[in-house]
């Protein structure tokens, strides 16, 4: 984190500070941005959290006081603080488009300073400091590092090392993933230093399914599980009308990717949901490279192992294209 004191600079200086992330929110971008908050707020910087759309269900646990404003809900609200910012942070995506078409636009003609911290490929060239590390496993851990380099690891709490174990635990896969080395364990001992309580978050983010949630995965794998077992690749689809048939809220199929990922042999997984006409597509990857696909026939990118990328075409002809280009990838 060489940008640490520079970083610390700009916020010290600031009045408005705002902090973004991702379009469908996930633990990473909660985790992040909570933790950051929460930092700054240690420093006596006062910030706002906007993010394009709401904290699903699942994660609402992390926010405990705090809040989060959302485009989708409080419009005006994101307008004005974004507007006002003198300084912007965009946590855990590396451009304006991930941000969705308006918010994105918002971030593109704000005049404050823009931060960026995040591991993902490929950082567009807006913002006037980046902080860019792929082969971290997640932008929570890079926030770690921020409060870390610039000498500030006494003021943690465990209110303020909550959010990043639970980024971390999330974007790592509890731990399994091979971004997960010597430092993400060090800065997990520090976490439990503060008396944080690892346990609960894992039971708060895993351990609290409504019962048409595991309805609706346990139809997934019955019925929409396609192995094609000659490119080792697993793909699970759902339309829009079987979600609904099982009541589905934002974060119902979080993982199920992964799931399909895990089946005995195979290697790359996809998992095609269906929302507001258009084609919602999760890869997943023990060895081709994902975001390669996601990049190159989906609109999309990511990690070398984890993407994600969109399509406007049918559900069918979207898997009848991916299908047609696993040969390229798969060796």
């Known amino acids: ?5 520079e970083i610390i600079d700009i916020v010290s200086d600031a009045h408005n500070v705002v ?4 379009k469908s929110p996930d633990g990473d971008s909660i ?5 950051l908050y929460r930092f700054l707020k240690s420093l006596n910087i006062q910030s706002t959290i906007c993010h394009p759309d709401p904290c699903p269900n699942f994660l609402d646990w992390a926010k405990r006081s705090d809040h989060i404003l959302d485009f989708e809900n409080d419009t005006v609200d994101v307008k004005e603080a974004m507007a006002q910012a003198d300084v912007i942070f965009s946590l855990d995506y590396n451009g304006a488009g991930r941000l969705g078409d308006d918010m994105g636009a918002l971030l593109t003609d704000a005049k404050a300073k823009k931060i960026m911290i995040d591991h993902h490929l490929n950082p567009d060239d807006i913002f006037d400091v980046s902080v860019s590390h792929p082969e971290v496993g997640s932008t929570s851990q890079l926030i770690f590092e921020l409060i870390d380099a610039s000498g500030n690891l006494d003021k943690l709490t465990k209110e303020m090392v909550e959010p990043l174990y639970l980024g971390i635990m999330t974007d ?7 971004s ?4 993400t364990h060090e800065i997990i ?3 439990l230093k503060t008396g944080l309580n690892h346990t609960a978050i894992h039971e708060n983010t895993f351990d609290g399914n409504r019962l048409d949630k595991l309805k609706l995965r346990g139809y997934a794998i019955s019925e929409k599980l ?3 077992s000659e490119m080792k690749t697993a793909i699970v689809s759902l339309t829009d009308a079987e979600m609904q048939r099982f009541n589905f809220i934002k974060g119902d199929t979080e993982g199920l990717v992964n799931v399909a990922l895990s089946v005995e042999g195979v290697e790359m997984a996809a998992f095609f949901a269906e929302k507001d006409g258009k084609i919602k597509i999760s890869f997943r990857s023990k060895g081709p490279a994902v975001n390669e696909i996601a990049a190159d026939h989906f609109q999309g990118g990511g990690h070398k192992f984890a993407a994600g990328g969109i399509s406007f075409d049918s ?6 294209r991916f299908k047609s280009v696993i040969p390229k990838y798969v060796k």
């Open 1 to 5: 984190m060489k940008q640490a004191k």
């Open 315 to 320: 559900m069918e002809a979207t898997i009848e």
């Open 172 to 178: 790592t896969g509890s731990f399994r993933f091979d």
């Open 226 to 228: 396609e192995i094609i």
């Open 19 to 22: 902090i973004t992330s991702h």
């Open 31 to 35: 985790g992040s941005s909570l933790g």
């Open 180 to 183: 997960v080395n010597a430092r």
């Open 189 to 191: 001992a520090q976490m």
